[in-house]
Each structure stands twice: as structure tokens, then as C-alpha cells.
């Protein structure tokens, strides 16, 4: 359910793509710092964009600096890092364990479970610095469960769901700005869960796994609905975006929100296309 909010190298200038890369490096330094290396491995790019949000709304004290990695290790690369960058890696954190188990109760993934086992001492310290967050993060999961075990298909309870945890996971600090935060998370949250169900709904209807969206999957502009419906989400998330004092990476942030968030919705489509060209 990650891996949605990113930006492409093409759709920024080459200074934003370094400094959007710069916080990728810097979250990733960050995680094995703090957690463990192999805390590293569960990067994403949805905690790159809270980083370059919160640092844009909060501006605190950035370091910088240039290294090699397992991953790059030719070339140096440049990375920053700060206060929020410290946060971005413990919400990683938790809800890389989540993203794990969830793969192990869906399809007995051994290698998962494993994977989630390795996370626990890392989880246990996030929680201890951060236990609202993560109490959201149980919470709201566990609802989301209940839905899925009583097989209610309704997009909106469930997608609310994960609109609520990260709701809770926007908001840093409890100020003045966080309700505008919460409201982009909120539909921030909703428009992943329900990209990510779209996106796995023909997957789930064949393994009979549970989506929100297979009875919705029968209308013949199923597609074409679902698009709309994310718009109308998006535009919501966009709206309290603008209405926050940001100044820098604002063109990172736009691009991320404006467009990077469709690529996968495209690239779906255009493989959907392709299938029904062949056939």
C-alpha cells in the first residue's frame, strides 16, 4: 500500500531533483542510524514527501553531507537531514511491520514474517517516542481488519481507515497547523487506500482476497469512475497543501501531489490497454 507519492526525475528540474533526492538519502542514512541497517531496506518514498512537507512547514536545522552507500557505492551522493527527518524514519519504521504482516495474513508470506520479527526492537523504540502515533496506527488497522473480516465491501469505511492513520501520522506536533495537516492526510490516506485497492482488485477477486472495490469492478466504466473518484480526493489534499505557509520545495511538493501520485494509475491503465489490445 506504498510507493504511490513519489516524484520522476523528468517532471522536476535538476536542483529540485537533488534536493528531493537529498531527502531520500538523508531519510535512508537516517533509518540505519536510528533503527539498524537493515531498517534500510524498508525505505520509501511516501515518508521522502512528509519529510519535504513538514520541513517546508516547520523549517528546522538542516545538516548536509556527501557519502557512498551499500546501494551507491561509486559515487558520493549528497543527502540532508533534520529534526523531522528523525520522525519521517520512525513512522517508516512502523508502518513497514504493518506492510509486512499484512503480506503474511493475506498470503502466508514466510519471508514477511520474518521480516516483521526483525522489525520489532526498532518498532518498540518508535513506539516509545512516538506511542499517539503508533496507537493510530494500530487502531485504525484493526478496523480496517474488522471490515475485511466481516467482507463489507464499502470503499469509503475502509478507506477511511487508513485516511485517519495518516491523518495522526501528518500531524508532527499538536499547533495551530494541525488541522490543516490532519485534512491532507486524511485524504492523502484514502486516495492510497483506494489507489492501491484499484490497482489489486482483479488480483483479489481471482485469489478471493478482500477489496472494497470488486462489486464497483462490474461497471463497465469502472476505470473511468475510479479516476474521478481519486480526483475529487486529491483535490482535497491539494487545497490544504495551499492553504499552509510553504515556501521552500513547494514546486517538489506540487509536482508530487499534481502528478507524480498517477503514475502508477497511468502506468495500470496503459497496461489494462494493452491486455485488451492483445486479447
Not at 70 to 84: I, K
Not at 222 to 228: A, L, N, V
Request: hydrophobic share 40%.
Amino acid at each position: 500500500m506504498f510507493g504511490y507519492v513519489l516524484a520522476l526525475e523528468d517532471q522536476l528540474t535538476p536542483e529540485s531533483w537533488q534536493r528531493y533526492r537529498g531527502a531520500y538519502c538523508g531519510l535512508c542514512r537516517t533509518l540505519g542510524t536510528r533503527f539498524g541497517q537493515r531498517t534500510r531496506l524498508t525505505l520509501t518514498y511516501d515518508m521522502t514527501f512528509l519529510v519535504l512537507l513538514l520541513s517546508s512547514l516547520y523549517e528546522p536545522q538542516e545538516q548536509c553531507g556527501t557519502g557512498r552507500c551499500l546501494m551507491h557505492p561509486v559515487h558520493a551522493r549528497a543527502y540532508w537531514h533534520n529534526a523531522v527527518t528523525d520522525y519521517a524514519a520512525a513512522m517508516n519504521v512502523l508502518l513497514a511491520r504493518e506492510k509486512l504482516l499484512d503480506d503474511w495474513r493475506d498470503d502466508k508470506n514466510l519471508a514477511a514474517r520474518a521480516g516483521s520479527g526483525l522489525l520489532q526492537q526498532a518498532c518498540a523504540r518508535a513506539e516509545a517516542q512516538y506511542p499517539r502515533q503508533c496507537a493510530a496506527i494500530r487502531r485504525e488497522l484493526e478496523a480496517l481488519s474488522a471490515l475485511e473480516r466481516q467482507g463489507r465491501e464499502d470503499p469509503d469505511a475502509a478507506a477511511n481507515c487508513f485516511g485517519r492513520l495518516m491523518a495522526e501520522l501528518f500531524c508532527w506536533k499538536d499547533d495551530r497547523w494541525a488541522p490543516q495537516l490532519s485534512r491532507m492526510g486524511m485524504a492523502l490516506g484514502r486516495f492510497i487506500y483506494l489507489m492501491d485497492a484499484w490497482e489489486d482488485v482483479e488480483a483479489d477477486i481471482k485469489k478471493n482476497r478482500y477489496n472494497p472495490l470488486k462489486a464497483q469492478a462490474a461497471r463497465p466504466d469502472f476505470d473511468t469512475w475510479m479516476g474521478e473518484v481519486l480526483m475529487v480526493i486529491l483535490g482535497d489534499c491539494a487545497e490544504a497543501m495551499e492553504q499552509l505557509p510553504l515556501v521552500q520545495d513547494t514546486e517538489i511538493l506540487r509536482t508530487i501531489l499534481y502528478a507524480g501520485v498517477w503514475n502508477r494509475y497511468a502506468r495500470k491503465l496503459k497496461q489494462k490497454e494493452r491486455g485488451s489490445t492483445d486479447a
